[in-house]
């Protein structure tokens, strides 16, 4: 990714949080704890997913500008959500942790030196468990750029699905 398409992505990650919050506006909070199957999460649970994943991925993008070469964690969303019971955790406050690590990770970002888009963890040559290839700091801005669009189609899904059900 060249500088200018660096610099587009990097606000378009930032501007993440702002698409969140006006499609959340849209879903009336009656139909947050509506699962459209038992197997799939709410809306709230999604918003809950949303705050560990952007916690786990502010981590990651500071390992990999801090400390190349060091191991990731992965993690089971799907065992997260179950064992940390997403749908009794506050969702006011876990879109209070998406906005502010968000932001925060932002402003790393735009400090971040040109260099450090090309660092490597796992270490350089190891294969990423969750991706199977190198893990840079661009890679990450990628996936968590479209992390925030991929559940914001979840979110409409969801509430597609409460509507059809409520009519």
């Not at 209070?96 to 971040?112: D, G, M, P, W």
Request: hydrophobic content about 40%.
């Amino acid at each position: 990714m060249n500088l200018d398409e660096r610099n587009e992505k990097i606000e378009e990650y930032e501007r993440g949080c702002d698409l969140l919050t006006t499609v959340l506006a849209e879903i009336p909070r009656q139909a947050w704890n509506f699962k459209p199957a038992p197997d799939e999460w709410s809306v709230h649970e999604v918003v809950i997913h949303m705050a560990d994943s952007e916690s786990m991925g502010a981590t990651r993008a500071r390992k990999l500008i801090a400390e190349p070469g060091s191991a990731l964690m992965p993690y089971e969303d799907a065992i997260w959500a179950l064992e940390l019971n997403y749908q009794n955790q506050n969702v006011e406050d876990a879109l209070e942790l998406f906005r502010l690590t968000r932001r925060t990770t932002y402003h790393v970002l735009k400090a971040a030196p040109e260099s450090a888009f090309a660092h490597v963890v796992m270490p350089p040559g190891a294969v990423h468990p969750e991706y199977g290839e190198d893990y840079t700091l661009d890679k990450w801005l990628n996936i968590y750029t479209a992390h925030v669009l991929e559940h914001i189609q979840q979110l409409q899904n969801i509430f597609r699905a409460w509507q059809a059900k409520n009519k």
